[in-house]
């Protein structure tokens, strides 16, 4: 047991994302008044869509995030939209990859229904005609190329976008290693897409968003618990196995069946086993506070709800009723009071500089029909115009050369060179 540390209880009026989100900023400038950094602070929930929703809300407001699942790149809208145009080009005639490109363009558009419905089976004129992106491009060159294009023309370039750098360094790994072609991607993609992320140095700058389970066994300097308001009891589609005669169920000596109220008038047996399970996911959940309530060193903040049945009482079926049912033993609790602290929150006193205005760098397109690049054998430009061109040549031959094993990679080789800009399509 260690002396000092501070806990923040905060009651929430409503059981509202946004509110959650503004509570849990608020928290993390109030931290960082306290001469926390970032990287001091991490938050933890219990479910993941709710660290999603807060990464994406904190990212808003210019927040430094990194979570195992905010890092996806499957998370990011524009790495979905290449993706199913990649798709779309492949199988042009699915209306559900239509469907899926249409409704992450409407996303500005004031009726999105219509604008789906009028262009759902027009799709690559209205490409062409409103974004001025050619389909047929991507079918003439290398995915990554092609993908570069794709994001050039519809204006996917912010001034910084970890995850479309982070896909456009696994497209062309990808082409390296399996070709460049649009369905060997597709296929990589479907195999190992979901656990494709952005790497991120160990000791970046940010506030961590974990999952309680992910947090065993580690500490932080704050701790912040928001959604703490959840069901003890909620499961998903529970079930329940009962022990039934072997003779009347064709040998079986327990069925499977789904758990409800009902079950415990079934009889004696059914009874303690819908209690025994009953209990288990009461200990589970006590066994999930405990870990998120032990994180923390130095503050422990807890963002619940002020949750109370018709009668004004606490329901201790949830977190908030729990940490309500604390506060009224303590003689703490009242109704209209909304935040509750106990201890000193220590200044840190071992404060580090942060840079709050970081370098951000922008996504550069890049492609092999710009005028302005040229590819040079450096040795080739120190001699004459004749050594020059000889020396090209030489360089050209020799990589094509290289990337051929047998007769069957001529071909392949020969793309590979035009993809590069080594040679031009008339010298194929």
């Known amino acids: 047991h260690k002396?000092?540390?501070?806990?923040?209880?905060?009651?929430?009026?409503?059981?509202?994302?946004?509110?959650y989100a503004e509570t849990t900023l608020a928290t993390?400038?109030?931290?960082?008044?306290?001469?926390?950094?970032y990287s001091d602070i991490c938050i933890i929930i219990r479910?993941?869509?709710?660290?999603?929703?807060?990464?994406?809300?904190?990212?808003?407001?210019?927040?430094?995030?990194?979570?195992?699942?905010s890092l996806l790149l499957s998370e990011s809208k524009k790495v979905i939209f290449l993706v199913q145009l990649i798709r779309h080009l492949v199988q042009p005639s699915e209306l559900e990859i239509q469907y899926e490109l249409l409704h992450f363009l409407s996303e500005n558009k004031a009726d999105k229904h219509a604008y789906i419905y009028e262009n759902l089976d027009n799709l690559n004129n209205h490409f062409l005609n409103v974004y001025g992106f050619d389909s047929s491009r991507l079918r003439q060159t290398s995915v990554y190329d092609g993908l570069s294009y794709a994001i050039k023309t519809f204006d996917l370039i912010p001034t910084s976008d970890a995850h479309l750098t982070a896909f456009m360094d696994l497209?062309?790994?990808v082409e390296q290693k399996f070709g460049s072609d649009m369905q060997s991607f597709l296929d990589y993609w479907d195999k190992k897409g979901h656990s494709a992320s952005i790497s991120t140095p160990e000791n970046i700058e940010s506030v961590q968003i974990m999952t309680i389970h992910k947090s065993k066994g580690l500490e932080f300097p704050v701790v912040i618990f928001p959604y703490a308001n959840s069901?003890?009891?909620?499961?998903?589609?529970?079930?329940?196995?009962?022990?039934?005669?072997?003779?009347?169920?064709?040998?079986?000596?327990?069925?499977?069946?789904?758990?409800?109220?009902?079950?415990?008038?079934y009889g004696e047996t059914e009874a303690l086993l819908y209690s025994l399970d009953h209990q288990k996911l009461q200990l589970d959940a006590f066994n999930l506070l405990y870990v998120v309530l032990t994180r923390a060193v130095k503050a422990l903040f807890i963002i619940s709800e002020n949750k109370l049945d018709k009668k004004g009482e606490r329901n201790t079926n949830y977190y908030s009723g729990l940490f309500i049912h604390f506060l009224k033993s303590i003689g703490a609790y009242q109704q209209d009071k909304l935040d509750y602290h106990?201890?000193?929150?220590?200044?840190?006193?071992?404060?580090?500089e942060m840079d709050n205005d970081p370098l951000t760098i922008p996504y550069i397109y890049t492609n092999k029909d710009r005028a302005d690049f040229k590819i040079l054998a450096l040795a080739g430009t120190l001699w004459d115009e004749g050594l020059d061109i000889a020396i090209n040549q030489g360089n050209v031959i020799h990589f094509i050369l290289g990337a051929i094993h047998t007769a069957k990679d001529l071909e392949r080789a020969m793309q590979l060179a035009l993809q590069k800009g080594l040679i031009k399509e008339q010298e194929v």
Do not use: R
Not at 30 to 37: D, F, N, V
């Open 3 to 19: 002396e000092g540390g501070y806990v923040h209880i905060s009651l929430l009026e409503d059981d509202d994302d946004e509110l």
């Open 342 to 352: 106990f201890g000193e929150f220590p200044l840190n006193q071992a404060k580090k």
């Open 231 to 265: 069901n003890i009891f909620e499961e998903i589609d529970p079930k329940l196995w009962l022990p039934v005669d072997k003779d009347e169920f064709l040998g079986f000596s327990e069925i499977l069946i789904n758990k409800k109220q009902e079950v415990q008038e």
């Open 28 to 37: 993390i400038q109030k931290c960082l008044a306290q001469g926390y950094t």
């Open 171 to 173: 497209v062309f790994d």
């Open 47 to 69: 479910k993941k869509k709710h660290g999603l929703l807060l990464a994406d809300q904190l990212m808003q407001h210019n927040i430094p995030v990194v979570s195992s699942d």
